[in-house]
């Protein structure tokens, strides 16, 4: 199954190099505010849904553009065809290809894959993380003072603006610095890679995550909602990075978390 989620997001992402240099040209569409998609995340999610249906024709999906198809399947692919893609469409190379397995509702298979950077980032439950099949462990970092984070502004959720600033603002003062890339699902495998000590986000959607929460929870890292339980796939609110960093981060962020981001 690792295998067919490698071939679909490869293929998808050459789709995704071929269109770089055409943007211009692009149908783009507007579904919300600040919520964009274009005809090349279309095309690169029905290339990753024609090559996984073909290998398992009875597995269910969960797209980002198409949305839920045969979901009373046990095994349920969550698909972001191009997580990115307001930076894809300026030109910004920040963007990937996320895709992840669920059986049960268990997380078993996670590929996030960087085209432009020929990156693939890859968990499978159990044995471990990989990028470029090379294995891949969260930082070490144990101290909020030096540490580089990553997050992602509420900007389709700015009714949490105000908390969202002083989460920022009280991590802020301490670290090292603080990243905001424009892709989650990098993000992310940046975390599990070590690239980055911890991340946060609020009002992700599942498909934005799920490879991504894998890669970590196989590079030995730690990720919970704002509550500091698992039900952030549900929320879309979630904390990552190894075990103390992820503590810390939920420490500082705890005061701001008001009753609705719970």
């Avoid at 892709?183 to 992700?204: M, N, P, Q």
Wanted: charge should be negative.
């Amino acid at each position: 199954m690792l295998t067919i989620a490698i071939r679909a997001a490869r293929s998808a992402g050459n789709q995704i190099l071929r269109a770089v240099d055409s943007v211009g040209q692009l149908q783009i569409d507007q579904k919300g505010k600040n919520d964009y998609a274009s005809e090349v995340d279309r095309q690169a999610e029905s290339e990753i849904i024609r090559i996984i249906s073909k290998a398992y024709p009875n597995h269910g999906f969960l797209a980002e553009e198409s949305g839920r198809q045969n979901s009373d399947s046990d095994y349920i692919w969550v698909i972001d065809p191009l997580d990115g893609t307001t930076n894809f469409l300026h030109g910004f190379p920040q963007f990937a290809v996320s895709i992840a397995l669920k059986n049960k509702g268990v997380l078993e298979v996670g590929v996030v894959y960087d085209p432009q950077r020929d990156e693939l980032f890859t968990a499978e439950r159990g044995g471990g993380a990989m990028l470029n099949n090379r294995r891949i462990r969260v930082t070490r970092q144990t101290s909020l003072t030096g540490s580089l984070l990553g997050t992602g502004f509420p900007f389709k959720k700015q009714q949490h603006l105000e908390p969202y600033l002083g989460m920022f603002r009280a991590l802020f003062i301490d670290s090292a610095g603080i990243r905001r890339a424009g892709a989650a699902a990098l993000d992310l495998a940046y975390v599990a890679s070590g690239r980055l000590d911890g991340f946060w986000e609020i009002g992700l959607h599942e498909w934005d995550m799920a490879a991504g929460v894998l890669l970590i929870k196989e590079a030995g890292g730690v990720v919970t909602d704002f509550s500091f339980k698992d039900k952030f796939l549900e929320s879309g609110n979630l904390i990552a990075g190894n075990p103390k960093m992820h503590q810390l981060i939920y420490q500082a962020i705890e005061p701001h978390v008001t009753d609705s981001l719970k």
